[in-house]
Every structure is written in C-alpha cells, then in structure tokens.
C-alpha cells in the first residue's frame, strides 16, 4: 500500500453520457462526513501516480452499509487521471485516500440557518446528494432548494434519487437548469444571473433572507466566482470558520 492511499475495487458504472459517469469503489475503512472528497489515483504508463480529488456522492450511512464509495465523475480528453478511470470496468483496482477531506460538510452551517440553498454545477452535484441522503439532515431545514445546472439534460445526474427525496420531503425544492438547450419545464440561464435578476427566487416562491438563509456553492469556479460576487453585492457574506456569514463555497478544478 502506498503511503496516504489504500487499495479499492470497482463495483459498479453507470454512464449518463459519453463523458460522464458515475463509478462505485469498494474500500475498507474510509472515514468521511457527507460533503467532504477523498483522491482517486492510478498509475500511468511512466509508473507515476496520477491522483485527483473527487467528491463523495453516498452518505456516510450507506458506506457503513456496502463499504463502497460512490463518486460521479466526468472525463476530460485532457486529462491525465479521467480519461484513464472512464476506462475501468467492474473488478478493476484503483488507488483511494484514507479518508474525507474538506471544509463543506453539514456541521459547518451556521445553527441560524433553517433555508438551505445548495447551488451546483455538473459533478459538483456530488456532495450535495451526500448531504441530502444522511439520515436527518433534510429535517434540519424548513426550506432547502437544491439547484444544479449543467449544459444538457443528460448532464442533470441523479434526478430520480433527488426526486425521490423530494417526494418524501417536501421542504425539499429541486430546481435544473440547462444552458444549451430548450427543455420543457426546465429553467434556462446560468446561475449568478438567474440569482441577480432574481428568477430563480421567483421560480422557486422562496426569497432569500439574512436572516435564515445560508448558501453552499459547488462546481465550476468560474459560477462559484460570479456567484459569490454577486451575493455579495446584494450584502451577503461569506461564511469564514472564524466568523459566521451567509455563504461558502467550493470550487472544483
């Protein structure tokens, strides 16, 4: 075993398009809390590990449950470590962490809060179905609005999971958008101006309140920037561990 990695097995694939894929990897003791990534590492043909950081898609209770791990990934032709996991098929080893990592976890939102905006793009997605599906997190909240924006309808990842939990919860609000195409029922536009001009607040029948609202940001950095820029000019914080705010975010890439 190398030092900071342990060895996993795939067990399950599923893609959602060409390029994106959801894989399942078995491993013995992975500690983590839901919203938190752990590396994925492979060797490639030069005997270097590539590693890359990955969020944790399942709960921390459905890896007490199957000892697998759960990441939803897509492949960049670029890359040096995707291109070679899209590759896997089930059986296949592969290098994981020996544990979660990372700030954007449940504990951290501020006690004040009870509207939660989880706002995503792509796989950064990924924590959020982690949060949602531990046991009692959603009963936490009166209000949780859970956004993810891709560009295309097979890019929305994991809707019968999220419509699933919205149709027991029903404080729950799931809201896809999609930028490069049309689709019926679905909201067009990209985040920070869908927040700034305020329809995705109308779109939804909730405003935001500095009061009680509380916003995580995850995926591309180029959203989670104008997007935090944006909050801010409407005098919104970000939430520092120091110093309660409104917002945090993550950046992916």
Known sequence: MLKSFQIGCVTFKRYWSDSLFSIRIKVDNH???AGQFTKLGLFNSGEELIR???SIVNSPQDYQQTSELE???VTDLNGKLSPQLHLLEVGDPVYVGLEGAGYMVPTEIPDTASQLWLLSTGTG???FISMLTEVGFIERYQQVILVHAARFES???YKEVIEGL??????LKYVPI?????VDGVMSGHIPDLIKNRELESAVGINLDFEKSFLYLCGNPAMVRSTSAVLQDRGYHKHLRRKAGHFSCENYW
Do not use: C, K
């Open 71 to 73: 990441f939803v990934i």
């Open 178 to 182: 999609v930028s490069r195409e049309q």
């Open 52 to 54: 890359r950081a990955y």
């Open 155 to 157: 890019d929305l990842t």
């Open 166 to 171: 919205a149709s027991r919860y029903p404080q």
């Open 31 to 33: 500690p983590f809390n």
């Open 125 to 127: 997605l990924g924590p």
